[in-house]
T-cell receptor, first 114, second 114 residues
Framework: EAQVTQNPRYLITVTGKKLTVTCSQNMNHEYMSWYRQDPGLGLRQIYYSMNVEVTDKGDVPEGYKVSRKEKRNFPLILESPSPNQTSLYFC?????????????FGPGTRLTVT | DAKTTQPNSMESNEEEPVHLPCNHSTISGTDYIHWYRQLPSQGPEYVIHGLTSNVNNRMASLAIAEDRKSSTLILHRATLRDAAVYYCILGVWAGGTSYGKLTFGQGTILTVHP
């Protein structure tokens, strides 16, 4: 089954404790991205990647890092999480540019930073 | 970014057709019209997208106005499972190696009554 998986699905952590949210897709997609969803603000893009070792900032990249060492994986790294990063995070992938191709979204990771 | 305008909420009865409107008066000639939906506690799910012509797939139909300033997502027979937030989004792609952009708004909350 074609899918995007994220782990963990739920995470509660404390300020400053580094964490990584993993994202993996099994569709051989070149394009991957991370979004966060907050009430009243909708989905906002954090980072995206067009291929292995090619990443770039989205609309809200501050406080986040990403890496793309393999085509299927695109982890999101919070080196020093803060409470304003409490949010619902989604990973997505697509065969081509997201403006023109269907995006496949993961199930989401709900992060709480205390 | 080109914006879309959707009603905040709509209601329908089960097994009746649903027409979800979207206005995008500032759309440019190369912007694609995308529809995604998000069921409670899930990631966004692709529904349909198109450029100029009407489009049909197993989930829905997309009717695009001749001037492309508005579009309508048509669910032919609503089911309880169709209750979700529906997002109308303009997909922007600058061409070449650019990643493209989808900007999610607030969407339309669709309630389906048994």
């Amino acid at each position: 089954e074609a899918q995007v998986t994220q782990n963990p699905r739920y995470l509660i952590t404390v300020t400053g404790k580094k964490l990584t949210v993993t994202c993996s897709q099994n569709m051989n997609h070149e394009y991957m991205s991370w979004y966060r969803q907050d009430p009243g603000l909708g989905l906002r893009q954090i980072y995206y990647s067009m291929n292995v070792e090619v990443t770039d900032k989205g609309d809200v990249p501050e406080g986040y890092k990403v890496s793309r060492k393999e085509k299927r994986n695109f982890p999101l790294i919070l080196e020093s999480p803060s409470p304003n990063q409490t949010s619902l995070y989604f990973c997505a992938s697509s065969l081509g540019p997201q403006g023109t191709y269907e995006q496949y979204f993961g199930p989401g990771t709900r992060l709480t930073v205390t | 970014d080109a914006k879309t305008t959707q009603p905040n909420s709509m209601e329908s009865n089960e097994e009746e057709p649903v027409h979800l409107p979207c206005n995008h008066s500032t759309i440019s000639g190369t912007d694609y019209i995308h529809w995604y939906r998000q069921l409670p506690s899930q990631g966004p799910e692709y529904v349909i997208h198109g450029l100029t012509s009407n489009v049909n797939n197993r989930m829905a139909s997309l009717a695009i106005a001749e001037d492309r300033k508005s579009s309508t997502l048509i669910l032919h027979r609503a089911t309880l499972r169709d209750a979700a937030v529906y997002y109308c989004i303009l997909g922007v792609w600058a061409g070449g190696t650019s990643y493209g952009k989808l900007t999610f708004g607030q969407g339309t909350i669709l309630t389906v009554h048994p």
